[in-house]
C-alpha cells in the first residue's frame, strides 16, 4: 500500500511538472508574440479598379487560412483588420501607419497597386514591420524598393515580359505598340517588355501611356491602329485592361489584322470579357484553379465561399497567410525579423506554388505558367477557361539576382 501510495504521489508530483512546464512554455509563447495575438491588416482595393482580382475574395482567401490553421498560434489569437486602400498611396501609407501605432498590426496582407505597396513597404520599413505583397506587379518592389521589411509572394512583371512577350515574338509578332497605365506598375511593366522584345529580335515601334484609372481608351486605340504595329500590348490590369480589351474590339483592331497581347491578364477578366472576346489570347499566370486536383480542391472550397472560382492573386494570399503563419509557430515569436528569416528558411511547396522559396531580396520565386485562353468551342464550363501551354521553372522566370539593384543582394 504504501508504495502505491509513493508511486501515487510520484506521479502526481510527475504531473504537476508537466502541467507547470506546458503552462510555463503557453506563457512564454505569449510573452513573446506582442499583445499575446497575431495580428494581421489586409489591404487592398475594395471597390475600385483592381476590386475583383483581389478585393473582398482576397479577403475571404485570407480568413479561409486563419480558419484552417485553428484561429490561433501556439495559444494567440489571430485577430484581422482590413481597410480599402482606394488604389492611393497616401491612404495607404496614412492606413498602415495608424494600425501600426493604434493597433500593433504584426504583418500587412494583401497589396494589390503597386504605387500603394511601395508606399506602404517604406511605412514597414521605418517601423519594423512586415508586409507580404500579393497582388502587385511591379518587379521594382524586389528590385531598387526591396526593404527587409516585405516579401513578394506571387508575380511580377519580370516572369509577364518573359512568358507572354517573348512566346508572340517567337511567334512572328515583332513589332509592338504599348497601351502602358501611367503608374509604378505600368512603367516597370512597359520596360521589362520592352527589353524582352528587343532582346528575341523585335521592336516597339510606339507606345502611349493613360492615366489610372481609365473609362474612355478610344483615343489610345487610334493611336495603336495608327502605329501599324502587328502586337498591341496592354501593359495595364483590372477594370482598365477590361476597357481597352473591349474598346479595341468596338474599333475594329484585331479585325484589321492586328492582334492584342495581355501582359496582365487575370482570370476575372477573361471570364467577364467572354472566350469570343479573349480567345486565343496569351497570357502569363502564377496560378490557374484546374491545373491539377490539389488546386482543384482548393479552389472549390473558395467558390463555395464566394461563388466565383479564385484569381491567382487570391490563392496566393492564402498561401502566404499560410506560409506567415506556420512561421510565427515555428519561430514562437511575431517579430518581423525572425519571422522574415524564418520564412525565408522554410520551402513552398503546397496548392498555389511549386518549388517556391524566399530570396535574399523577399521575391519568393515559383514555377510560373504560359498559358492560352481556350475558344468557346474548347470550353466545356462557365470557368473552364485556360489550356497551360508550358511550365516557366522558377529559376528562369525571375529577374536573376545577379541582375538586381536590391540593397539586401551582395552580388
Known amino acids: 500500500m504504501t508504495f502505491m501510495k ?46 475583383d482580382l483581389a478585393g473582398p475574395g482576397g479577403l475571404t482567401a485570407l480568413e ?7 484561429g490561433s498560434v501556439n495559444g494567440s489569437p489571430i485577430v484581422l483588420f482590413s481597410a480599402d486602400d482606394r488604389n492611393s498611396a497616401d491612404v495607404g ?13 504584426d504583418m500587412v496582407a494583401g497589396l494589390v497597386a503597386s504605387s500603394v505597396s511601395i508606399a506602404v513597404t517604406k511605412v514597414l520599413e521605418e517601423n519594423n514591420g512586415l508586409g507580404i505583397v500579393s497582388g502587385s506587379a511591379a518587379s521594382s518592389i524586389t528590385n531598387e524598393h526591396c526593404t527587409p521589411n516585405h516579401i513578394h509572394w506571387v508575380y511580377d512583371t519580370y516572369p509577364l515580359a518573359n512568358g507572354t512577350a517573348k512566346a508572340v515574338v517567337e511567334q512572328g509578332g515583332d513589332t509592338w505598340f504599348l497601351l502602358t497605365a501611367d503608374y509604378a506598375f505600368g512603367h516597370a511593366l512597359e520596360a521589362d517588355v520592352t527589353k524582352v522584345v528587343e532582346a528575341s529580335g523585335g521592336e516597339i515601334v510606339g507606345g502611349v501611356r493613360h492615366p489610372f484609372p481609365t473609362n474612355d481608351f478610344s483615343s489610345y486605340i487610334l493611336q495603336a491602329q495608327g502605329s501599324g504595329a502587328k502586337i498591341v500590348g496592354l501593359a495595364n490590369a ?25 501582359l496582365l491578364i487575370f482570370l476575372n477578366d ?83 506554388a511549386r518549388n517556391g522559396r524566399i530570396r535574399e531580396d523577399g521575391r519568393m520565386v515559383h514555377d ?15 470557368w473552364d477557361l485556360y489550356e497551360i501551354l508550358s511550365t516557366i521553372p522558377a529559376e528562369e522566370a525571375y529577374r536573376p539576382l545577379s541582375e538586381s539593384q536590391c540593397k539586401l543582394v551582395q552580388n
Open 64 to 70: 479561409m487560412a486563419v480558419a484552417d490553421f485553428g
Open 238 to 262: 483590372g477594370a482598365d485592361t477590361v476597357n481597352a480589351i473591349t474598346t479595341a474590339s468596338q474599333f475594329g483592331l484585331t479585325q484589321s489584322g492586328q492582334q492584342l497581347a495581355g
Open 368 to 382: 510560373m505558367y504560359l498559358a492560352q485562353v481556350k475558344t468557346p468551342e474548347e470550353s466545356t464550363g462557365e
Open 93 to 105: 501609407a496614412n492606413t498602415v501607419r495608424g494600425w501600426i501605432d493604434q493597433n500593433n498590426v
Open 270 to 352: 477573361v471570364h467577364a470579357l467572354g472566350l469570343e472576346a479573349t480567345q486565343n489570347l496569351l497570357l502569363t499566370t502564377g496560378w490557374y484553379w484546374d491545373m491539377d486536383e490539389q488546386s482543384r480542391e482548393w479552389a472549390q472550397r473558395y467558390f463555395d465561399e464566394v461563388g466565383s472560382m479564385p484569381t491567382m492573386v487570391q490563392a496566393g494570399i492564402y498561401s502566404s497567410t499560410m506560409h506567415y503563419l506556420k512561421a510565427v509557430e515555428e519561430a514562437g515569436t511575431d517579430d518581423p525579423e525572425t519571422i522574415r528569416a524564418q520564412m525565408a528558411e522554410m520551402p513552398i511547396n503546397d496548392f498555389f
Open 6 to 51: 509513493n508511486l501515487t504521489k510520484t506521479k502526481l508530483a510527475a504531473s504537476i511538472a508537466v502541467a507547470a512546464a506546458a503552462s510555463f512554455a503557453v506563457s512564454t509563447a505569449h510573452a513573446e508574440m506582442s499583445d499575446s495575438e497575431v495580428r494581421i491588416g489586409y489591404l487592398a482595393d475594395m471597390s475600385g479598379t483592381y476590386r
